[in-house]
């Protein structure tokens, strides 16, 4: 799609020799900094132009290190749009106040940067927003791209078509000239949106005239009119409450109305995203490896035959045209300006075949006006004038192709991403419509891309193994606390990823659950994984004191000191204490624990009937002490109160009082139950018999 390269393409048509800012020496950056000037002139000189790029950071942070040498590289190619400022905050003569409009009511707030880097854009004279996209070159070139041209002309349904079909959804604006005030209202809300959207997953378009009544298909279209496509097909149609269109009305209303549709979205690629879907539908998440230095991204391994043949023929367009720039340079050729004509958009129709883009019949003054959005391009057409003689005309748009190189990447673009996304989800549609599920029920599949290997520490929590796979498939179904993997033996391909949603729909695909490795036993308490702590509580032949953690909760280490002092004093062959990682395993619903850290006790006789330490009560050794003895059997108790006695260093002698006191007490009661429970008496003499023999034994401990 170069709906945008041919609408710059047809200035070509009146263009001549352009004056056009010379690009700096090689080597040089064209960044006025502070402390070599001062913050009040870097901003009074970021205000003379039409766009201009802050970028604020700290010296000592290598987050905000590494974007500078991004920053660098951006403003030694953009530096004809822009003015490009950098200001070290650290530094003392560096004043950063002001930078951020402070938080109503904060006092002191003085609107300084809330993170380092931040990079500040001022659009013309009123609009200023904030960089919230990734710090990489090609993120960032492309964002520059969309400040450029924020607003898509589409002049057919056709061509709003294909914008659809790489976005998560599309904002019309019908106008009758690009004169209208509307029109100004409308860009400023388009570059307004960027902030918000720095991809461009939401696009912005626009067309006049008649050919603009015609966009909806509706009869007696009326005209100004805004409109929002949703990823549904929804229609939702902008209602102002006055006669102008405002910028702020417009961004609300649009935040407002794909609010509602955010669900079935696709242009979101973080586990964030898994996360929200799969609270309402089950999702199929796709890891692909895109970000790999030593071997080529799995982007072209999951794109259509469409998307890949596109991606192949810009790969290989950028590679020639990085080719030419080497070889100019090489033969120390005179500079020419940026803007050249790409040559595989030329036809030979018409008498002027040869000199110029056949689109004569456009209409030079939307033209005109659409171009008018900043000051730079403003001035290419002020100072263009069509030429009769190709060979004396400049290669107009080498800025275009340039730009579109400079945000080239083997992994592809959002909008690609998002037209991927698409095509899986139409396939899991169609064979949810075929499955034996039951239509009432909403079980179709929300789709989420991500990168694995920016990721991998969330692949590694799901418990799904990397290994060397390029695309990993997996679907969260959350109603049926369900993980499912698709193997892959062989490479990816999409009669494999069909097979895999049959079988999900046909519930025929086995579970995954994380299963930590076993790690090393400490003296006297054990790790156990989720399938040994699931065996040990089947088999019951002990009690169970298990203590779930999480090794990012701090609070963790508060009830783990008490722990392990606890089963240094009470571990046994009958009651073991056992450490449980809740964060690298996973539990059936009736064991997960909302709370983490906890401690429970699965008794020996009757391990259902597990008892949580409560929350209210204060974490230190006695009151865990207290807790586990509690929920021991009277036999337990007095073993277990013994062996702590032994393994005492101090106050073994209080240890053991306590120990008689308590045997003396089971006694007591036991006796009572001799005189209730007639048929239960052999049963309670056993046990008599037992305290006796326990009692000997403290007795033959304090003589000692």
């Not at 789709?447 to 193994?465: E, K, M, T």
């Amino acid at each position: 799609m170069q709906i945008l390269a041919s609408l710059v393409l047809l200035v070509g048509c009146f263009c001549g020799q352009l004056g056009a800012t010379p690009a700096s020496a090689e080597g040089h950056t064209p960044i006025s900094e502070c402390p070599e000037r001062s913050v009040p002139q870097i901003r009074a000189e970021a205000a003379e132009f039409e766009i201009s790029l802050i970028f604020y950071y700290v010296s000592w942070a290598s987050e905000a290190r590494q974007a500078r040498l991004v920053f660098n590289g951006l403003a030694h190619y953009y530096q004809e749009y822009a003015y490009f400022g950098a200001i070290d905050c650290w530094h003392l003569q560096c004043n950063c106040s002001r930078t951020l409009m402070p938080a109503p009511g904060v006092v002191g707030a003085g609107g300084y940067p809330d993170k380092w880097p931040t990079l500040i854009v001022r659009y013309g004279q009123r609009q200023m927003l904030q960089y919230q996209g990734a710090w990489n070159f090609e993120d960032l070139a492309r964002f520059v791209n969309y400040l450029v041209q924020p607003i898509d002309l589409a002049h057919s349904s056709q061509e709003l078509g294909t914008i659809r079909k790489h976005s998560d959804a599309v904002v019309l604006g019908l106008l009758n000239s690009p004169d209208d005030r509307e029109y100004k209202r409308y860009l400023a809300a388009a570059v307004r949106w960027l902030e918000l959207d720095p991809e461009r997953n939401i696009r912005f378009t626009i067309n006049f005239g008649s050919s603009a009544k015609r966009m909806l298909k509706v009869p007696e279209t009326a005209l100004p009119q805004l409109v929002v496509i949703d990823s549904r097909n929804g229609v939702h149609t902008f209602n102002s409450s006055t006669s102008e269109w405002k910028t702020m009305d417009i961004l609300r209303w649009v935040r407002h109305t794909l609010k509602n549709t955010s669900l079935f979205s696709n242009g979101y690629g973080t586990p964030a995203t898994i996360a929200m879907k799969a609270r309402h539908v089950p999702v199929l998440a796709m890891a692909v490896r895109m970000n790999q230095h030593h071997h080529s991204s799995a982007m072209p391994l999951v794109m259509g035959e469409e998307m890949a043949q596109t991606q192949r023929k810009q790969s290989e367009g950028c590679a020639e045209y990085w080719s030419r720039q080497e070889e100019q340079r090489t033969e120390e050729l005179p500079s020419v300006s940026l803007l050249q004509m790409p040559r595989e958009l030329w036809e030979e129709t018409g008498p002027q075949a040869s000199h110029c883009y056949p689109a004569w019949g456009r209409n030079r003054a939307i033209l005109a006006n659409y171009y008018r959005i900043n000051r730079y391009l403003n001035h290419l057409w002020t100072l263009s004038t069509h030429q009769t003689e190709m060979s004396n005309m400049p290669h107009l748009l080498a800025l275009h192709s340039r730009n579109l190189c400079l945000a080239h990447s083997q992994h592809g673009t959002p909008a690609m991403k998002i037209g991927i996304a698409k095509m899986v989800t139409k396939y899991g549609q169609l064979i949810w419509q075929h499955s034996a599920e039951n239509a009432a029920h909403n079980r179709s599949l929300a789709v989420v891309l991500f990168d694995s290997v920016r990721y991998r520490d969330y692949l590694h929590q799901l418990g799904i193994q990397q290994q060397h796979q390029q695309v990993q498939v997996f679907i969260v179904d959350a109603a049926e606390e369900s993980l499912y993997a698709m193997p892959q033996q062989h490479q990816f391909s999409y009669v494999a990823l069909k097979d895999f949603i049959r079988q999900f729909y046909a519930r025929t695909l086995p579970r995954i659950h994380r299963n930590a490795a076993p790690s090393n036993d400490s003296a006297f308490s054990r790790t156990y994984n989720r399938q040994m702590l699931l065996q040990a509580l089947q088999r019951a032949n002990a009690t169970h004191v298990v203590f779930m953690h999480r090794p990012d909760c701090a609070l963790s280490a508060v009830l783990s000191q008490a722990f392990l002092q606890v089963s240094a004093l009470l571990s046994s062959q009958e009651v073991q204490f056992v450490r449980f990682d809740g964060q690298a395993n996973d539990l059936p619903w009736e064991l997960a624990m909302s709370v983490t850290p906890s401690l429970i006790v699965f008794p020996r006789t009757k391990p259902t009937e597990s008892v949580v330490f409560p929350r209210d009560v204060r974490i230190d050794v006695q009151s865990v002490f207290a807790f586990v003895i509690a929920q021991l059997e009277p036999e337990q108790q007095l073993r277990s109160v013994l062996t702590s006695c032994r393994r005492r260093v101090r106050n073994v002698r209080s240890c053991l009082d306590f120990a008689r006191n308590l045997v003396l007490q089971h006694v007591s009661q036991y006796l009572k139950y001799w005189e209730i429970y007639r048929r239960e008496r052999e049963a309670i003499l056993s046990h008599l018999k037992e305290f006796n023999e326990l009692h000997m034994s403290i007795e033959s401990s304090i003589r000692l």
